[in-house]
């Protein structure tokens, strides 16, 4: 019985896949069960799901033609950069095509005259300032997998990074885009200049997470390297006392580039792997900031910063300017989810948001429901605007362990919102908390959402179930908003 259904199953995709190696070649279409593996989850590895092909093309032409099989076929697809989303936003369906857009990697156009650039969704983030940095410019959103994650991904999920703070996140750095939409149509969207007539299409497209198409082409602004640059590092006897200190500095007048905590968990589970030797292994947190700016902008707001820092009952204040000691402050931050894992056999991550003002009392919470629930929790976060990333250390060996700790991040995530805060602060709602929707946007609010969606996805392909709550992955809490098929809609 299970080989006849496996046979009938093949049969049905042998057309299809012979119309998708006629626009990719045979070497861009991936079929092979052992080889689909490797593509059945993102960085959330907790939820799995093989998809039916994988597809890997190279050009805008060849992402319109697959989509364009799709959408005449009525086959659901996901977009998927390098797989390192952390909210099973590329998380496939059964029967779906996987496009994996690793392949468009190459960098178009560098314009320096007029701070840009332009790349395919498959760049990684870290090659855009690298390719820039000789002339004197570098890419501001730096998400801590930013060696490993792509442009692609960024715009889809509008990942931030440490420099959010003070210079927003991917959609304040987006300034155009040529897009498939879900029939297999190609549009541009945005523009090279910041003052366009008309709808914002491009601040629409950057946080959809693969639901209204997929970026071809991305058009990034890129900044000038500033004249000084500082990291200072404080230490603390409590995490409440480094989170009073990030509000006292924001209230004060001063935006730093980045500030970030560090809690005692996460500081020696970096020193045991990174070895930077700059965190003290007895502090209850560190607070890392970093200020740039003109020479006497960055000098009078290290005094500022350092004054505020004491008077929170810093233990030590440490700065650096030179490059080689500043990039080794932020190495152990950068690293600090994969230092996670020499701590545990399992960790689940977070990514709520809150009001600064609320940091100390919500992070006394969040050690509260841990306390609760039997778990361990690391704090480590872009604490400037309050984008919390509680890791949650587990053994999924343990039966029953991982439905424990998804309940607990939900509880979590109902405390960022209960506080005025969000669910997700940069990496998207995706597979993972699309449940929770419900708790931040009333039924209407979410309605409306699905109106834009079906403005652009009218068959519901890119990307389904994703984002949105359906009766099928989220039983009640869909609250009857299963609008997959949309043809409630068809009258609006």
Not at 179 to 203: K, N, R
Not at 304 to 316: E, F, H, L, Y
Not at 382 to 407: C, M, Q, R, W
Request: glycine share 10%; hydrophobic share 40%; with cysteine.
């Amino acid at each position: 019985m299970l080989k006849n259904i496996f046979r009938s199953t093949q049969n049905k995709w042998k057309p299809i896949i012979k119309e998708m190696i006629a626009v990719v070649g045979k070497d861009g279409v991936i079929q092979r069960k052992e080889e689909l593996l490797t593509y059945e989850c993102d960085g959330l590895a907790q939820i799995r799901q093989r998809p039916a092909i994988v597809v890997l093309p190279r050009t805008t032409e060849h992402v319109a033609g697959i989509v364009k099989i799709c959408h005449q076929k009525e086959i659901p697809w996901i977009a998927r950069g390098a797989g390192t989303g952390l909210s099973g936003g590329a998380l496939p369906l059964p029967d779906s095509v996987l496009i994996v857009t690793a392949r468009m990697n190459q960098i178009l156009d560098t314009d320096f005259s007029n701070q840009r650039i332009v790349v395919q969704p498959g760049v990684i983030n870290n090659w855009v300032t690298t390719a820039i940095s000789g002339g004197g410019f570098y890419y501001a959103p730096d998400p801590s997998s930013q060696i490993v994650c792509s442009i692609g991904g960024n715009v889809a999920e509008n990942s931030g990074g440490v420099h959010c703070l003070k210079y927003g996140v991917t959609v304040n750095h987006v300034m155009g885009l040529k897009l498939v939409l879900p029939d297999g149509s190609i549009v541009d969207v945005g523009s090279p200049v910041q003052e366009m007539p008309g709808y914002d299409l491009t601040g629409l497209f950057v946080g959809s997470e693969g639901t209204l198409g997929i970026a071809t082409e991305v058009t990034l602004r890129i900044l000038k390297t500033p004249e000084s640059i500082c990291v200072q590092i404080a230490d603390f006897t409590s995490i409440e006392a480094a989170a009073a200190s990030v509000a006292d500095i924001i209230a004060a007048g001063v935006i730093p580039a980045g500030m970030e905590i560090m809690d005692n968990l996460t500081i020696n589970a970096v020193e045991d792997v990174v070895k930077t030797n700059c965190y003290p292994r007895d502090a209850a947190a560190i607070l890392l900031i970093e200020l740039d700016g003109l020479k006497v902008e960055v000098a009078g707001n290290l005094e500022t910063v350092a004054a505020i820092c004491t008077k929170n009952g810093a233990r030590s204040i440490t700065s650096a300017e030179d490059i080689a000691t500043r990039s080794k402050l932020w190495q152990g931050r950068k690293a600090a989810f994969a230092a996670a894992g020499h701590i545990s056999p399992n960790y689940f991550v977070q990514d709520g948001v809150i009001p600064r003002t609320q940091l100390a009392a919500v992070l006394q919470e969040i050690n509260a429901l841990g306390e609760e629930y039997g778990y361990r929790i690391a704090n480590v976060f872009h604490a400037g605007d309050g984008n919390l990333h509680p890791l949650i250390l587990y053994d999924n060996s343990t039966p029953g362990a991982f439905a424990k700790v998804e309940e607990l991040g939900g509880q979590i995530l109902k405390l960022c919102v209960a506080k005025g805060g969000s669910l997700s602060g940069e990496h998207g709602i995706g597979a993972d908390k699309n449940c929770y929707m419900p708790y931040m946007f009333s039924e209407i609010d979410l309605e409306v959402m699905q109106y834009v969606r079906q403005a652009f996805n009218p068959k519901g392909l890119a990307n389904p179930e994703k984002i949105f709550p359906t009766p099928r992955t989220c039983g009640e809490a869909a609250n009857a908003l299963d609008r997959s098929t949309f043809k409630d809609l068809e009258a609006f």
